[in-house]
């Protein structure tokens, strides 16, 4: 049976899933919106990609699509 500090060390960091490895966020790269982390126009710069997702800071210009049959 796992301890509950087992447990709590298999939980990702805020920065673990969001950066490559060996990197982290920086202040500038995102804010809090309630309980949502939105991210800035200077962290998906340095992401160096869209992901597609229509983020409100996208530098790269693209909206978010509609799911299908929700035109």
Do not use: I, W
């Amino acid at each position: 049976m796992k301890t509950d500090n087992e447990e709590m060390e298999k939980k990702p960091t805020l920065a673990a899933p969001l950066t490559a490895p060996g990197t982290q966020l920086a202040p500038e790269d995102f804010y809090f919106e309630g309980p949502n982390l939105v991210f800035t126009a200077a962290y998906h710069r340095k992401r160096g990609y869209c992901c597609g997702s229509g983020c409100r800071h996208c530098p790269y210009g693209l909206e978010r699509l509609a799911p299908a049959g929700e035109e």
